[in-house]
C-alpha cells in the first residue's frame, strides 16, 4: 500500500524568509512520481512542483523547491522569499501505480507581514 | 478551453435524498477521478475510470455510484445521502502514457455538498 505522512498540520512563516514542509512516504515501486499541490482559499488545486523518483537532481520551480531523499523516503518542499500569495494548503501527493495519485494529509501554511 | 468543470459548486441535501455531480473535461484526457475532502484526511480517491465506459473503485467508494458514459463527462451519484457523505467533492482529470506529464492531474474547483 501506498502511504503519504505530512507530520507538520500547521506552519507560519514571515513574509520574505524561508520554509520546509516536511512530507515522508512509502511504496514498493520503483519508479514513481512525487507533487506538491497548494490548495489556497479559492478551493482550486495547483500543481506547485513535481518529482520523477529515478531522477536524481531536485526539481525547482521559481521560489520553490524539493530536497529528495529516495533512500529515506522523503519529499520536503521550500518555499524561498515567502509571500502573502502563498498562504494555502498544502498536500504532498504520490502517484506510483495507475495513475492514482495518494495525498497526505496536509499542511496549512500561513505567510506572515 | 475550460480544463475541468464540476456542477453544482454547493448543495445542501437532507438525508436519503439522491442527487448526481457532474463533472467535465475539455483536454480529451482518458483518465477521470473522483476525489472527496475532508479535514485533516487530504483527498482519497472515491472511484476513477481509465477510459469511456469504463468505473473502477477507489479508496472510499461505499455509498457513492459513477458512470462514464462520454469520454468527457464523468458523474458521481448519491443515491441516499447520509450526513458522512458532507464534504467537498473534486473532480480531476489526466492522461494515460508514459511520460511525467501524463501523470498531472488536472483539478476541478470542487463541489461543497452539505447533507443535514
Known amino acids: 500500500a501506498q502511504t503519504v505522512t505530512q507530520s507538520q498540520p500547521e506552519m507560519s512563516v514571515q513574509e520574505a524568509e524561508t520554509v520546509t514542509l516536511s512530507c515522508t512516504y512509502d511504496?514498493?515501486?520503483?519508479?514513481?512520481?512525487l507533487f506538491w499541490y497548494k490548495q489556497p482559499p479559492s478551493r482550486q488545486m495547483i500543481l506547485v512542483i513535481r518529482q520523477e523518483a529515478y531522477k536524481q537532481q531536485n526539481a525547482t520551480e521559481n521560489r520553490f523547491s524539493v530536497n529528495f531523499q529516495k533512500a529515506a523516503k522523503s519529499f520536503s518542499l521550500k518555499i524561498s522569499d515567502s509571500q502573502l500569495g502563498d498562504t494555502a494548503m498544502y498536500f504532498c501527493a504520490l502517484n506510483s501505480y495507475g495513475n492514482k495519485l495518494v495525498f497526505g494529509a496536509g499542511t496549512i501554511l500561513r505567510v506572515k507581514s | 478551453n475550460a480544463g475541468v468543470t464540476q456542477t453544482p459548486k454547493f448543495r445542501v441535501l437532507k438525508t436519503g435524498q439522491s442527487m448526481t455531480l457532474l463533472c467535465a473535461q475539455d483536454m480529451n484526457h482518458e483518465y477521470m477521478y473522483w476525489y472527496r475532502q475532508d479535514p485533516g484526511m487530504g483527498l482519497r480517491l472515491i472511484h476513477y475510470s481509465v477510459g469511456e465506459g469504463t468505473t473502477a473503485k477507489g479508496e472510499v467508494p461505499d455509498g457513492y455510484n459513477v458512470s462514464r458514459l462520454k469520454k468527457q463527462n464523468f458523474l458521481l451519484g448519491l443515491e441516499s445521502a447520509a450526513p458522512s457523505q458532507t464534504s467537498v467533492y473534486f473532480c480531476?482529470?489526466?492522461?494515460?502514457?508514459?511520460?511525467?506529464?501524463?501523470?498531472?492531474?488536472?483539478f476541478g474547483p470542487g463541489t461543497r455538498l452539505t447533507v443535514t
Open positions: 480531476a482529470s489526466s492522461n494515460s502514457g508514459a511520460s511525467l506529464s501524463s501523470y498531472e492531474q488536472y
Open positions: 511504496t514498493s515501486e520503483s519508479n514513481y512520481y
